[in-house]
């Protein structure tokens, strides 16, 4: 019985791999994936069969991978960030349910997701309770999406974003800060950081008001902070409700 994983490589860099994905990655002849992350791990991996398909043919590359473990080759199919957050193992083990690729055996590897890779470059915002929330309408309606925001506006979530715009949504992050705004104040603490783990990588802390009217594209990942997120000199925290004890001088020399 041949293996299937389903195999997190994380934002992009080849180091912030976990060692289990690159365990797997290597005892793996064949490696299926959207194409341009099928480049991200080219290079470290070049022996390999590589079976690449292009945006929004999600549901051919996982049938690939499936007829390639049917035929006997352990295969891994990849995945930015994590493997079930927003990526290909959902959709794996719901075509198992056909029926058709008897002989294989499914395994899910976590990755590191853009909301904790991204996270720790601001600092600490998702220290305390967060929601992540994609924008694209592809395969959630747009009504849908906007109801979560506001439940988790109302909340006093910390919002992670995914996906905040392309070439055709243009408007959405803008959008969702409305709604943010409905809620909470214009001065709250946000992040934006693109191209994570990647060449180009860059990163920005500013207000919500702010964020309204900033661009981004579909490699950023925002970061919406709730009522008691700050920004600590260079970083963006959310404070989970320690009780810090302050040291006296003399305690502070002895330590």
């Known amino acids: ?24 990655l290597r005892r793996c002849p064949v490696i299926a994936g959207y194409q341009v992350y099928i480049e ?3 290079e470290y991996f070049p ?22 473990a049917q035929a006997g080759e352990d295969t891994a199919m990849i995945c930015s960030g994590d493997s079930g957050v927003y990526g290909m193992a ?10 058709n690729w008897p002989d294989v055996k499914v395994q899910i590897i976590p990755g590191v997701t853009a909301a904790l890779a991204g996270g720790a470059l601001l600092g ?32 006093d979530f910390v919002v992670c974003i995914y996906n905040p715009s392309s070439r055709k949504r243009k408007d959405y992050l803008k959008k969702a800060c409305e709604i943010l ?13 693109s191209q994570i783990g990647r060449q180009g990588q860059r990163m920005e802390i500013l207000t919500l008001n702010q964020l309204k009217d ?13 009522s008691r997120t700050r920004k600590i000199g260079k970083y963006m925290v959310t404070p989970r409700g320690y009780r810090l004890t302050k040291m006296s001088g003399e305690e502070e020399r002895q330590g």
């Open 214 to 226: 900033r661009e981004t594209d579909m490699f950023t990942t925002v970061f919406i902070g709730n």
């Open 47 to 68: 022996q390999k069969n590589f079976l690449a398909t292009a945006m929004r043919q999600e549901e051919e590359r996982c049938r690939m991978a499936l007829d390639a």
């Open 181 to 193: 705004l409905e809620y909470r104040n214009p001065d709250t603490v946000c992040g934006l950081v």
């Open 124 to 155: 600490a915002p998702l220290t305390n309770d967060f929601a992540v929330i994609s924008l694209s309408d592809l395969l959630t309606p747009a009504e849908e999406i906007q109801k979560r925001l506001r439940g988790a506006a109302i909340g």
């Open 90 to 99: 959902g959709l794996i083990l719901q075509l198992l349910e056909e029926g």
């Open 1 to 24: 019985m041949a293996e299937l994983y389903v195999v997190g490589i994380g934002p992009g860099a080849y180091e912030k791999m976990t060692v289990e994905a690159e365990q797997v």
């Open 40 to 42: 991200l791990i080219r």
